[in-house]
């Protein structure tokens, strides 16, 4: 089956580094998304990564490693309105969108 | 103006009535798609469109049923509708034209069957 992991709920300090760990399984790879959500709110579009490496935009970071099945999604200096769920998706091989559960992440003054 | 639109924003209804959600898009995107949001879940694909003559049933179709009216519009129908069918509901659009084909979302309708 395909299976996309990401931690359920992430603590951080404002002003601090945190780094969103996803994990997939799926069937064929073609891109990887990460998407912010707002409680209540729709998904807002962070980041796609589709080759190995780092993309930088801004205070937010995405990495992505096909061999491993790994990508992870780094947010700098925080601020309380990154207070949100982050969701990872992968586009598999028929190009359907497989999404994770999202990870709540909670910043603290 | 939201580019991308969902009527109503909320609804309460009782078990076995027939609903029907409205996504209207001016993005001029060719797909769009029906997804359900439960807690503690990942969004679930309910159908899909690419073009106005494609309908494509997606992970959890059972129970539910759609019309694309027009290139701009979606809609989602809940035939006879259950309590496991209580979600937020959101519809998206992609255009495959695009390098990235990023999804945009509506902002959502939260449904409560009673």
């Known amino acids: 089956g395909q299976n996309i992991d990401q931690p359920t709920e992430m603590t951080a300090t404002e002003g601090a580094i945190v780094q969103i760990n996803c994990t997939y399984q799926?069937?064929?790879?073609?891109?990887l998304f990460w998407y912010q959500q707002h409680a209540g709110e729709a998904p807002t579009f962070l980041s796609y990564?589709?080759l190995d490496g780092l993309e930088e935009k801004g205070r937010f970071s995405s990495f992505l490693s096909r061999s491993k099945g790994y990508s992870y999604l780094l947010l700098k200096e925080l601020q309380m309105k990154d207070s949100a769920s982050y969701l990872c998706?992968?586009?598999?091989?028929?190009?359907?969108?497989?999404w994770g559960a999202g990870t709540k992440l909670i910043i603290k003054p | 103006d939201a580019d991308v639109t969902q009527t109503p924003r909320n609804r309460i209804t009782k078990t076995g009535k027939r609903i029907m959600l409205e996504c209207s898009q001016t993005?001029?995107?060719?797909?769009m798609y029906w997804y359900r949001q439960d807690p503690g879940l990942g969004l679930r694909l309910i159908y899909y469109?690419?073009?106005?003559?494609?309908?494509n049933k997606g992970e959890i179709s059972d129970g539910y049923s759609v019309s694309r009216q027009a290139q701009a519009k979606f809609s989602l129908s809940l035939e006879s509708a259950i309590p496991n069918q209580t979600a937020l509901y959101f519809c998206?659009?992609?255009?495959?034209?695009?390098?990235?084909?990023?999804?945009?979302f509506g902002p959502g309708t939260r449904l409560l069957v009673l």
């Open positions: 998206a659009t992609s255009d495959f034209g695009q390098e990235v084909e990023t999804q945009y």
């Open positions: 993005k001029g995107h060719d797909r």
């Open positions: 469109s690419f073009d106005v003559k494609d309908i």
């Open positions: 799926t069937s064929g790879f073609n891109g």
């Open positions: 990564n589709v």
């Open positions: 998706a992968v586009t598999d091989s028929n190009y359907q969108l497989i």
